[in-house]
């Protein structure tokens, strides 16, 4: 059965996790992306752990970038070399789509800009994700995710009140920002469909940031609100036996009075006594807003998740067989597929022979390094 987007090329120019993440929803769902790499230049993503085996020098056993990088293929160019980026035109005359999240000014430094972009392949949709983004008083601020969390007001918003800011637990930017982006590339594909003509779509990680709390702000009091919250009580997390932990939130008199037949009051001092599961049951069956506080392992291995399919068994030839997450939602009539994440260059002989190289070109420009 076809994927949605199959018959979608994308070379895909991104690293590490903000473009990656988006490019992987156009992959699960039938487009061929082909990843543009170096091992001159290897991409974080590959150095970011936990790693099969626990061999980190082992380009191929990051989890982190089996999990960011499903479906695809993957080629390895030398784009400091002039010789590779002649080979990354051929890609990009091949392709509907180019991703990219290099620092502002590196593509067109390059030779890969937008107008050269156009030139080669008209119609071309090229899709730009960086801390602030392309345009604006901003442009050209580098940094990473954290950046983007500190310029975006999550950091203030994060830790207990009285506390300084804290950093959220991950690059928030890397997650969010990809959705926006993957968005906004199916935007610019129904405008090419419709007119014909090319979109540069440039995506900003702080603006996206600022989408997804501005109303947070709108909420807060002059402190940070914890886990409180100025309509809901009670509205947190308590304790459970075994240093587990359950959310509870409260909205209306009726689940109040509710949360005391079954637990009963003061509340924290009931829930410890409770076992997560059990406790959970019994304010869900009461209609009351419930849910244990799970970890890693309890995701993975949650019934609902599993019987959802959220989570796919794939086969990869350096990490083994390994549970990946599929895109969180599903069509009736074009399944998406998760496929392994692929080894560095592996791809390189079917895509350079689809775009045109023989095999005598391409064993040259790989003794020289351009193909590296």
């Known amino acids: 059965m076809m994927g949605a987007l199959d018959g979608l090329k994308v070379a ?131 940094g990473y995710g954290n950046s983007a969390a500190a310029w975006s007001g999550h950091c203030d918003m994060t830790g207990w009140p009285g506390s300084e800011p804290h950093m959220p637990p991950l690059a928030y930017g890397d997650v969010v920002a990809p959705m926006m982006l993957t968005v906004a590339i199916l935007s610019a594909l129904e405008h090419r469909d419709q007119t014909g003509h090319g979109v540069h779509v440039d995506v900003s990680q702080i603006e996206a940031m600022v989408h997804v709390a501005g109303d947070l702000f709108a909420a807060m009091p002059g402190d940070k609100p914890a886990n409180g919250d100025p309509e809901m009580h009670p509205h947190g997390v308590f304790p459970c036996k075994d240093g587990q932990w359950i959310a509870i939130a409260c909205e209306t008199d009726a689940q109040r009075t509710a949360l005391a037949t079954v637990v009963g009051s003061p509340l924290e001092d009931h829930t410890a006594d409770w076992d997560i599961g059990a406790l959970e049951a019994a304010l869900v069956a009461a209609s009351i807003p419930a849910a244990a506080v799970l970890d890693g392992k309890g995701l993975s291995e949650h019934p609902a998740l599993n019987a959802a399919g959220h989570f796919v068994a794939v086969d990869h030839p350096m990490i083994g067989t390994a549970k990946m997450p599929a895109p969180p939602y599903a069509f009736s009539d074009t399944p998406c597929h998760v496929g392994a994440s692929p080894c560095l260059g592996a791809d390189n002989a079917q895509v350079f022979a689809e775009i045109g190289l023989t095999e005598a070109e391409v064993a040259t420009l790989m003794a020289a390094g351009a193909l590296a």
């Open 12 to 142: 895909d120019f991104s690293w590490v996790g903000a473009g990656p993440r988006s490019t992987k929803d156009l992959a699960d769902n039938g487009a061929e992306v082909v990843k543009v790499e170096s091992s001159r230049r290897l991409d974080l993503g590959r150095r970011s752990p936990p790693f099969a085996g626990g061999d980190r020098r082992n380009h191929d056993a990051s989890v982190f970038f089996a999990q960011t990088n499903t479906s695809k293929k993957s080629v390895t160019i030398n784009l400091s070399d002039p010789r590779g980026v002649e080979v990354a035109k051929r890609l990009v005359a091949w392709a509907d789509v180019v991703v990219e999240n290099f620092g502002p000014g590196y593509m067109d430094r390059i030779g890969l800009g937008w107008e050269t972009l156009q030139d080669i392949r008209p119609g071309i949709i090229l899709a730009s994700v960086s801390v602030a983004g392309r345009t604006g008083p901003m442009a050209g601020f580098r």
